[in-house]
């Protein structure tokens, strides 16, 4: 156990070495894996931070029917109760044009601009919920919007959840546009750190033939080079994270800015504690791989002459 700590022991001091003999190239892949890095993590990010919003919004199916002006009380009458006795419907709620312009004046920044309405511009309506059946609630949705509009006494009918379907689909490509994105991008970290160890093996080609002669183990000559790719991974997993929060912390000036103006919070989180560190786990594990991929290619052809 002592010689096997031991060993390790070595290799860390030696990647240490190589680390000091040439920081700025080292810090120059760092930097490059970096980069790499942080376009998947910035892309999943703004994914992850849409999804938090619309999660938020109220998502249940809503059929709005806005009545028109000259609609008699017995036509608006047999509406609602046509309404409530529509399979799917949960509930119906009427919502008069006065408590509609009262809504819309303690809604942010439109104060000023209903002050300047002589007369009220906005319809009675009714507000029918259906029940949250995913994606069948919505097709309801959209049928009971076909049949309304052909009734008499109606001046306009809003599925209001074709928009949450729409977005939810929008969102679903995102996510699968950033797996692929992540997927490219980490095959470009293997082949960083692939080439970079395949120049670390032929600048100390005679240094491992040395190493050879005397003894040593196709394991112990191995084993700083994947120590070096581990680094490297790392390494570049936190120069990501770095990079990444330093823009989210830009952006988000203006995000506030932008967000006063509707009374919402728009600035972007950033990962968990937990979320980092699996990360930064795998950032190393690529470096490991990269490194494991070009040591199985290069190292095999040095033998001690």
Do not use: C
Not at 73 to 86: C, F, G, I, P
Not at 254 to 275: H, I, N, Q
């Amino acid at each position: 156990m002592n010689a096997w700590l031991r060993q390790h022991g070595q290799s860390l001091r030696h990647t240490a070495g190589r680390l000091r003999a040439a920081p700025f190239a080292a810090l120059a892949n760092v930097l490059v894996v970096g980069v790499v890095l942080a376009l998947p993590l910035s892309a999943y990010l703004a994914v992850a931070h849409v999804q938090a919003i619309t999660g938020s919004l109220r998502a249940e199916p809503q059929v709005s029917v806005f009545l028109a002006p000259g609609i008699s009380k017995a036509d608006s009458a047999n509406l609602e109760m046509r309404l409530k006795n529509t399979t799917g419907v949960r509930s119906v709620r009427f919502v008069s044009r006065d408590t509609a312009l009262a809504n819309l004046k303690s809604a942010p920044g439109m104060g000023d601009v209903v002050a300047t309405l002589r007369d009220n511009p906005l319809p009675d309506a009714y507000i029918a919920t259906l029940r949250d059946e995913g994606d069948s609630a919505a097709d309801t949705a959209e049928q009971l919007e076909q049949q309304l509009k052909a009734l008499p006494g109606i001046a306009h009918v809003q599925a209001d959840s074709a928009w949450v379907r729409r977005l939810g689909a929008l969102l679903r490509v995102g996510r699968t546009v950033v797996l692929l994105l992540a997927g490219v991008l980490s095959l470009a970290l293997v082949a960083v750190t692939f080439n970079t160890i395949r120049l670390q093996i032929l600048t100390q080609r005679e240094e491992i033939e040395v190493s050879k002669l005397m003894g040593a183990t196709d394991a112990y000559v191995r084993r700083p080079f994947f120590y070096w790719g581990g680094f490297l991974g790392a390494a570049g997993g936190l120069a990501a994270l770095l990079l990444v929060d330093l823009g989210r912390v830009l952006i988000n000036r203006d995000l506030a800015r932008f967000g006063d103006f509707y009374g919402v919070d728009l600035r972007l989180g950033f990962l968990s504690v937990e979320d980092a560190l699996a990360f930064l786990v795998f950032a190393t594990l690529l470096g490991v791989l990269g490194a494991y991929l070009s040591v199985s290619r290069h190292l095999s052809h040095i033998q001690p002459r």
